[in-house]
């Protein structure tokens, strides 16, 4: 039946564009949560609210640089233990609850963040707020993934990826425009408040939408999951396509279903253990590229490090985030065209060079800076180096949006198998969670400490990339989520497949079209044929073993009745 007002009568197209407005929501709430903070630390009526992290007026001192550091990673700290919760109660309680649950909690968070009047109920709000924001990124891009067609999977996970530079830049006009009223303490009570609208959008909504077709199947509640997949489809239930797809989601999770959360760590035919790396590893690799370096501190590097005025750093902050905003949505459009492979290769490799150009220009720019104290002259205002600098912090992160920005909410998600990929997913962005607090944690301290050598470190760990994804990260554009898992099926047993994945993507051929269509039927497929095989060799021996049987059971008969036969004439 094509009848129905749930999911608000949204229905095909449109409800599949719903799922992806309301995971872009999410998105865009958490970069709104990543930035705002940024554009505070330098407003006075911050430092003198929170005078513990008043970098402004003490920019060598490495204690306060390790409270302002502690402070602003705080909230790494709840996403990291709101990813780990996720790994024991997502598939409980299903990917809808999980949001709507992460989103009532940051409410609390960002409620407690906004009335505020020492540092350690700011820090505790913060905390809080990424509780609910790690609940909520590691069950997204889940439901986004299980919830989208093969051909549109990436593109909408890179779109929910565009929504947190979205949110970034918002946050940094909102400071920026909010920065005019200063030293009235709205000035940074509003930009922290107005989290809080998106996250009651997402209480209002996520019940309403379609829970994750494969959750439902996982959990016994067929009929409700076909209903989903026909809803998604604009199809009956009885359509070909929809019974197809679900009989592919079905036989999937037969073949998972003994799995629980310890078998992340085991590998077996379907590799879980080598796939969980690939999607925690790219987590972490997102992390250490440097990102939020200069998310959390661009409106700092600006004013500290290329010696810019409040005014400029703040518009050059602002800038910058529509630049990353814009830069993003290269990405949305090439992700299926190009691949993810490379994606990540080209934006690993550009934020590599990136890297080594900054760090060459802020060499310069100390160098010089040092020379003109001991003259007795102090440098004003930026130098030509210092300009190559604010560039190149532009470049950074265009590079940065096209390879790697939204790849890891898409990447593990769609790599794990559906019976662990909720607790996978969990600990992936714990891995984001944790990195993402080292390096926003130390920078203050770095820059303090070595200067210009912290873009070093950032540019050989960029380079280090490029080569373990070219040669363990197999391509998945264009793929369903069981194509994906029979690729790993038939990989190379042991540590060797790990290397051999990439080859079997490469050559394995694709079930579905660039436009969505069906090119190979599910019962077509080499893989289910092989199983249909092995299961007639199965019936055919038992077969034989039960003709086997009867044969003995009646030689036994035989033998019993001229046994009997010969014992009567005997008497």
């Not at 900054?358 to 040092?370: E, T, V």
């Not at 198998?417 to 962005?429: E, Q, V």
């Amino acid at each position: 039946m094509l009848g129905g007002s749930k999911y608000f009568g949204f229905r095909g197209q449109r409800l599949n564009l719903a799922v992806g407005v309301i995971a872009g929501i999410d998105f865009f709430l958490f970069g709104y949560d990543q930035g705002v903070t940024g554009g505070l630390l330098t407003l006075g009526t911050w430092v003198k609210q929170f005078p513990e992290i008043d970098s402004v007026h003490n920019p060598t001192n490495n204690h306060i640089s390790t409270i302002q550091g502690i402070t602003v990673a705080s909230y790494n700290v709840g996403c990291f233990i709101g990813a780990i919760i996720t790994i024991f109660i997502g598939d409980i309680l299903g990917r809808r609850k999980m949001i709507f649950l992460g989103s009532a909690i940051m409410v609390i968070g960002a409620t407690l963040q906004t009335t505020a009047f020492s540092l350690p109920h700011l820090i505790v709000g913060r905390i809080i707020t990424g509780f609910g924001n790690g609940m909520n990124t590691s069950t997204v891009p889940t439901w986004a993934s299980e919830t989208s067609k093969s051909h549109k999977r990436g593109k909408m996970v890179m779109i929910e990826g565009a929504m947190i530079t979205g949110g970034i830049c918002l946050s940094y006009w909102v400071d920026f425009a909010f920065s005019y009223l200063d030293p009235n303490p709205v000035s940074w009570r509003f930009p922290i408040a107005l989290q809080i609208v998106f996250a009651l959008l997402l209480l209002g909504l996520i019940l309403e939408m379609p829970e994750s077709p494969r959750w439902l199947v996982l959990r016994g509640n067929e009929d409700e999951a076909m209903n989903v997949i026909a809803a998604l489809e604009n199809l009956p239930v009885e359509h070909h396509i929809v019974q197809t797809e679900f009989m592919e989601i079905k036989d999937t999770v037969l073949e998972t279903k003994a799995y629980g959360w310890a078998d992340l760590f085991t590998m077996g035919p379907e590799r879980n253990f080598h796939r969980v790396v690939l999607g925690y590893v790219n987590q972490v690799f997102q992390q250490i590229s440097g990102i939020n370096l200069i998310t959390y501190y661009a409106p700092t590097i600006y004013k500290q490090y290329i010696n810019l005025g409040d005014t400029t750093s703040s518009v050059l902050a602002a800038c910058n985030g529509t630049e990353y905003f814009l830069a993003s949505w290269f990405a949305v459009y090439t992700i299926e065209r190009f691949g993810r492979r490379t994606l990540m290769l080209v934006g690993a490799a550009g934020c590599s060079g990136s890297m080594a150009i900054l760090a060459g220009m802020n060499y310069i720019s100390q160098r010089d800076a040092a020379a003109a104290i001991a003259r007795g002259h102090p440098l004003v205002g930026a130098t030509p180096s210092g300009i190559v600098s604010a560039t190149f912090l532009f470049v950074f992160n265009s590079f940065f949006a096209v390879g790697w920005l939204g790849m890891t909410w898409l990447y593990p998600a769609e790599i794990v198998p559906l019976k662990i990929r909720a607790p996978a997913n969990g600990l992936s962005t714990s891995a984001n969670w944790a990195f993402n607090f080292m390096v926003v944690m130390i920078t203050p301290v770095a820059f303090s400490s070595i200067g210009y050598k912290t873009y070093v470190i950032f540019a050989v760990i960029n380079a280090f990339i490029v080569p373990v994804v070219y040669f363990f990260y197999p391509e998945t554009a264009y793929r369903s989520l069981e194509e994906i898992d029979n690729i790993f099926r038939q990989t190379k047993s042991g540590w060797a497949g790990c290397l051999d994945v990439v080859r079997v993507a490469r050559e394995e051929p694709r079930r579905y079209g660039k436009n969505g269509e069906l090119l190979v039927d599910y019962e077509d497929t080499a893989d289910v044929r092989a199983r249909s095989v092995a299961g007639g060799a199965h019936e055919s021996n038992e077969a034989k073993g039960r003709g086997v049987e009867h044969a003995e059971t009646e030689t036994g008969s035989g033998e019993s009745s001229t046994f009997e036969k010969r014992a009567y004439a005997h008497v």
